[in-house]
């Protein structure tokens, strides 16, 4: 007979887990092996068997306590050798199989005290929308209306679906149907949803025609939202409340909203900074001087010194983007571009060619020249 694993190792825990951790590994392993998930695997059912087998001792206080102690003799008259064959000796009557097993057998499982979950109140789902807004609106902030269809609890049946309600006579009010199911680890009893009333136990002498027994109804709405300052693009927005209505008086999901912001003509945005590139002419870059510059907030007057390269960069402290998150503000940057003409007069060729003459012994261009020559 093959030596027992230890139990601890069988599951993925240390010896110090805590319970909480022991049911979380348990509940990933029997997803992970159980024989009708895993058919095409032939060792799944002895593996599954393996994980309820430690399980039953890691979950239990006082066995856990005689195991750490004594390994496994210590509980070997209480749980493997007392009948691990089906499910017996296996106590997990505080462990919900329900989303397991829905997909083995199709509706609630209840062979463990689990019952259908039909009629418990669910938040509805959360619903994403994409925005487009401009750049300044992302910029600034804005207050936007959003035209969106949401689904909501119908105003006629209140969320019932009919009127002059009555018990199911199928489910007797329960909601589900008990059908018993025979696998290799032994008979099963589960629950699926009652087809008739749709797990909601009751009936309706007459069905709400505004919603069509549905009890819910989809809406056009427009809604106003608060759109904060320095929102980029693929930022997102969460709207409480305004996703789709929930079941059985289950809260509303969110609405969340995803910005796409359009690219602005001049400004460039990289995180809270903004760049933007001013031309400038041979003059201004040879000679300097004072320039207006537009920012977010304004014209300001900038000193551009003499010679000016293209390339060249200027930061305006403070005139960046204002982040309502960290209370900072980003930074503008002013890229230079010196702009060379493409027609000249036959005056301003001679006063070229004469600039042409300038003693250029230090400069890059002249250094570049003799190394031209040297590599001939």
């Known amino acids: 007979m093959a030596e027992k694993r230890d139990y601890y190792e069988v599951l993925g825990v240390s010896k110090s887990a805590t319970d909480a951790e022991i049911k979380s590994a348990f509940r990933k392993k029997a997803k992970e092996f159980h024989p ?90 959360d619903v994403l929308m994409r925005v487009n807004i401009d750049f300044n609106e992302a910029v600034f902030g804005c207050s936007k209306d959003i035209n969106l269809d949401v689904v909501e609890e119908c105003d006629e049946c209140h969320g019932e679906g009919g009127f002059d309600s009555e018990t199911c006579s199928r489910c007797h009010g329960s909601g589900t149907i008990t059908s018993e199911q025979h696998t290799i680890l032994g008979s099963f009893v589960s629950k699926t949803t009652c087809p008739d009333c749709n797990g909601c136990g009751k009936s309706y002498k007459r069905k709400c025609s505004a919603c069509n027994g549905k009890g819910k109804i989809k809406k056009n709405k427009t809604i106003t939202v608060n759109v904060p300052s320095g929102i980029d693009n693929g930022d997102r927005l969460r709207v409480s409340g305004k996703g789709s209505a929930g079941a059985n008086g289950g809260p509303n999901g969110d609405l969340y909203l995803e910005f796409l912001v359009s690219e602005h003509e001049y400004f460039i945005r990289e995180g809270d900074d903004i760049y933007l590139e001013v031309p400038i002419t041979i003059t201004e870059a040879i000679l300097g001087c004072k320039k207006a ?70 400069s890059v261009i002249n250094k570049f020249n003799k190394f031209t020559k040297n590599n001939d």
């Open 36 to 125: 009708d998930l895993n058919k095409d695997n032939p060792d799944a059912a002895e593996k599954f068997k393996e994980a309820q087998e430690a399980y039953t001792v890691l979950s239990d206080e006082n066995k856990r306590k005689m195991y750490d102690q004594y390994g496994h003799a210590g509980v070997s008259g209480s749980s493997a050798g007392g009948g691990f064959g089906g499910f017996g000796g296996f106590d997990a009557s505080d462990f919900d199989f329900g989303d397991i097993f829905d997909n083995i057998f199709g509706g609630g499982f209840s062979s463990f005290g689990g019952g259908s979950s039909r009629n418990r109140a669910t938040r509805g789902s």
């Open 293 to 362: 510059i537009p920012t977010l907030y304004g014209n300001i007057k900038l000193t551009i010194p003499a010679g000016t390269d293209s390339g060249d960069k200027q930061r305006i402290k403070g005139k960046g983007i204002d982040n309502k998150n960290n209370r900072n503000k980003g930074n503008m940057y002013v890229i230079m571009k010196v702009i060379t003409p493409k027609k000249l007069s036959r005056d301003q060729k001679k006063l070229i060619d004469s600039l042409d003459k300038t003693d250029l012994e230090d």
